[in-house]
């Protein structure tokens, strides 16, 4: 199916060089291929493919193709210095499109800097907005496929649920095995299992890495780099209270979220959540992508406990307060106080199942696949 940052990769390899990260099987490889058959002569390449591997190596590729697609290129030893030579060293006009697991994010970070010559996107999940548009079904629909399978193309377009459930445990047990313990120790790998399934039980709410190292016995910082590589490999993601002193509200408790919603363990509430985090983490990082806007998405919760879901914030301002809601239609007071409070960050209530959207006071209710649907596939968090 194709994806929303497809043509916007397109565009940006007529500048410069494009990166392309994300979960595993996220559906990268798939982008790539779709891009390059479009281009006559291009040329792909797999670093996990030994013939593939020897051309690369040898850089003996077709000097004058016009665009070169090196894939899981990170696993190759000094990738960063070479990568560097091939850009610089390329035939004028020639475009490199880069693509990798969510190590590549890591990876790129260190060593011989690349700066300049690159534009960075990530492919996440599918979206209701992506979903309606590759397939022609319904908001609705889509939603409910989406709570169902997750967002990984492979499960979400599977004919049986049976197919989907057996992907999803060889998924989990496969960055386990593989990419977990490329950057962990062996000895480690059973407590981050551990870490991960309580984890699935624990989205949505506010998670203390102290209780849990206890749990686990092993340190809490131990369990902060454990939730670093979680998050580097894009198992989860996490959602930060919002303050306006940064770094108050990084000490404060996250709340975490998974990549793929089929991993949650929880009622359709908490699934339901969960995947409209996803979406919504999916808009923020699009704006980051496409546009280079600071954004973030945070939760808020005072003193008393009280809270709204989700809290988009771009260069630290408040843009949009997000509450979920399976089928209570009343506006939950503090969203509605809160949305009094900052006026100019749009305020909405998202549920599962309503009959009529409606405004009130500063809320707007709305139907969660309804309003997803019109998210543009990522890229936006549209006031309407």
Known sequence: MKRWVEPLVERDLARKMVFVSGPR???????????????????????????????????SWVPTAPLLVFDELHKMKGWRQWLKGVFDGRTPGQSILVTGSARLDAFRQAGESLAGRYFS??????????????????????????????????????????DAQRWRQLYLEGLIRDDILELSRIGEVRAMRLFVELLRERVGSPVSLAAIARDL???PTTLARYLDI????????????????????????????????GLVKGDDGVRFENACATMLNAAVQGRRD????????????????????????????????VECKWSEPSVPSYLAATALRFPNAAATLLLRHLRQREHRGSVAVESAAEWLARQGGGLHL???
């Not at 998050?231 to 990084?250: I, K, Q, S, Y």
Request: charged residues 20%; aromatic residues 6%.
């Open 290 to 321: 496409a546009e280079g806007v600071d954004a973030a998405l945070q939760y808020i919760r005072d003193k008393d406990g009280r809270e709204i879901d989700f809290a988009v914030c771009e260069a630290g301002t408040l843009v949009r307060l």
């Open 121 to 162: 996107w990530h492919l996440l999940p599918v979206t209701v907005s992506e979903l309606v548009a590759a397939t022609g079904t319904t908001p609705e629909d889509a939603l409910t496929r989406l709570l169902q399978r997750g967002g990984f193309p492979e499960p979400l377009l599977a004919e049986a649920d049976a």
């Open 230 to 261: 979680l998050e580097t490999l894009h198992v989860v993601f996490t959602v930060r209270p919002f303050h306006r002193n940064v770094a108050r509200a990084l000490l404060k408790e996250p709340k975490i979220y998974f990549h793929d919603t």
């Open 217 to 219: 016995q092993v340190s």
């Open 25 to 59: 099987q996220a559906g990268k490889t798939t982008l790539a291929a779709s891009i390059a058959a479009r281009v006559p002569g291009a040329q792909m390449f797999n670093w996990d493919v030994v013939q593939d591997r020897r051309v690369l190596l040898a850089q």
């Open 382 to 384: 549209s006031p309407s």
